[in-house]
């Protein structure tokens, strides 16, 4: 049937470590339910699109890297639409909108994003939807999601537009035909700290809207002030607009042959990983400091790593032993932290395009996975809020759960999640009816990444030396995580040099100990 049709839009993303990807699978996974297909691909698989004829419109999610460099898969593309020779009006038939990820702790902020957005205004593309900029030094879902959430009606007005719709277009336009005045409503401000969103946008079915229920909270109904477990009104009185549940991809299986876990140089993608002793470590800072500095001196002579001050490299963390046996207990799994796991897509999945996360080893441990794969320690996003309130079963913490994933709980979500710096566990004990599977986690634990330092030392000046300088990070306990935590590479490495840090240790020979490790 004609409504059964989907207008399509090209969706063209550019990653260095899986950020811009996941946006995009988001976006293409929303699509659906908004009667959109998105056409996935990433920049640097040319041969899969072409903008000098695409005529659907274009959505750009990309990173930025090093000194504001787009990362290497756009490298190509970047390369192609700068040539001198290209014709004003080279891309005057395009019509795009544009993502960018950046980190305003970087002088180049979003630059890669800026450069492409940049380059096709001059060559005559037009937006049909603004520029969003978006700061992982503040949370990027601050400015993603708004984002999304007003890309829908804008390819919507964009496919009205088009002079050229076929009858494909009827079942879009239908849906608008009611509400005629929404096409005007969008009110997205170029400067992404006032992105905003008019509430009256059309309701699609990728929403749910749930009636308030007559239910009581965890918290006491007397309190007044919301909490990461109790809200007030008007939140709590609210019909709730929630995200579409995503459907499973993933299956796991226990298996109870033994072997050996994989190496950690398996782990990362590209370039050479070594790993080395530690030799030197000292406190910069007094004790009475606001923040504590350490300077550490690792020992690369038997390594072929080549660098200059102030390079870049890469320490590969695992996450705290004792949050990884937390979460197995929690999780009814610690009699199984040793059985190696095999992990595959699951057979019918409704995920489009659902591959194994590339990340997780063919062959490895339950325990390693939950230590050197998955990022446990992440902020969860709303679609794993969303997936959690199903594996929930008191009705009250089930309710919570969809007022923080909600458009109506967006505050709460940013102020008891976002900025509290809450992450799964913090969730199960604070919704302890929650109990989701291993497959679920799997899903929505994003990759634990390599933390990222700047060399401080010169190897003319030490040869066979690297040193490097960084503050440990720490977060304070608060009414919506209870326990103070240090950052997951810096604790780790804190722990790591404990021993050296002791004047009256200091003569330890720091090989015997477990060496830290590095990724060029």
């Not at 290209?86 to 980190?103: I, K, R, S, T, V």
């Not at 001059?122 to 959430?149: K, M, N, Q, S």
């Not at 710096?421 to 634990?445: G, W, Y």
Request: aromatic content about 6%.
């Amino acid at each position: 049937m004609c409504c059964d049709l989907k207008r399509r839009f090209l969706l063209l993303y550019a990653t260095q470590k899986g950020q811009a990807k996941a946006i995009a699978e988001e976006i293409q996974q929303q699509a659906g339910a908004h009667g959109l297909e998105a056409d996935m691909h990433c920049l640097s698989e040319m041969d899969k699109y072409n903008l000098e004829t695409e005529k659907d419109p274009v959505v750009i999610v990309i990173s930025t890297t090093g000194t504001g460099d787009p990362p290497d898969t756009a490298r190509k593309f970047v390369k192609k639409i700068q040539d001198k020779n290209l014709p004003p009006d080279h891309f005057a038939h395009l019509q795009y909108g544009l993502l960018g990820l950046g980190d305003s702790e970087y002088t180049f902020f979003c630059n890669g994003g800026k450069t492409v957005d940049r380059r096709l205004q001059e060559l005559g593309a037009r937006h049909f939807y603004d520029t969003g900029l978006a700061d992982d030094c503040v949370g990027l879902e601050l400015v993603v999601d708004p984002w999304i959430d007003g890309l829908w009606l804008a390819l919507k007005e964009t496919f009205l537009l088009q002079k050229d719709m076929n009858s494909d277009v009827n079942a879009v336009s239908s849906s608008l035909s009611t509400a005629p005045h929404i096409v005007n409503e969008l009110n997205l401000s170029s400067e992404v700290q006032n992105l905003k969103l008019e509430d009256e946008a059309v309701r699609s079915s990728d929403v749910l809207t749930q009636k308030l229920v007559d239910i009581n909270l965890v918290a006491s109904t007397r309190d007044t002030e919301p909490s990461l477990v109790h809200s007030v009104p008007p939140v709590s009185q609210s019909a709730l607009n929630i995200p579409t549940l995503p459907p499973e991809c993933i299956e796991v299986e226990f298996q109870d042959n033994h072997g050996e876990n994989p190496h950690l140089s398996s782990l990362i993608s590209e370039g050479a990983a070594f790993e080395v002793p530690v030799t030197k470590a000292v406190q910069l800072t007094r004790e009475d400091a606001i923040k504590t500095a350490l300077l550490l001196e690792l020992d690369i002579a038997d390594t072929v790593f080549d660098y200059q001050p102030g390079d870049a490299f890469c320490v590969i963390c695992p996450n705290n032993v004792n949050e990884v046996e937390e979460l197995l207990h929690i999780l009814g799994l610690s009699e199984k932290a040793e059985c190696f796991v095999c992990v595959k897509v699951k057979q019918g999945t409704k995920k489009k395009g659902a591959t194994r996360p590339q990340h997780i080893p063919e062959r490895s441990t339950l325990k390693f996975i939950l230590t050197w794969c998955l990022e446990i320690r992440a902020i969860p996003k709303k679609a794993f809020l969303r997936a959690l309130v199903e594996c929930t079963s008191n009705v009250g913490e089930k309710r919570r759960l969809q007022e923080l994933c909600s458009k109506q709980g967006a505050s709460d979500y940013t102020r008891f999640i976002r900025d509290s710096h809450v992450c799964l566990l913090d969730l199960l004990h604070a919704f302890p009816s929650c109990k989701p599977s291993l497959n679920l986690l799997i899903e929505h634990l994003p990759k634990l990444q390599a933390r990222s330092y700047s060399v401080s030392s010169s190897s003319l000046y030490q040869p066979g030396k690297l040193c490097f300088v960084f503050n440990i990070v720490e977060f304070p306990a608060c009414p919506a995580r209870p326990v103070s935590r240090k950052g997951v590479c810096t604790g780790w490495l804190t722990e790591l040099v404990a021993p050296l840090l002791n004047p009256s240790k200091n003569t330890l020979d720091t090989k015997g100990g477990s060496p830290s490790t590095e990724k060029v």
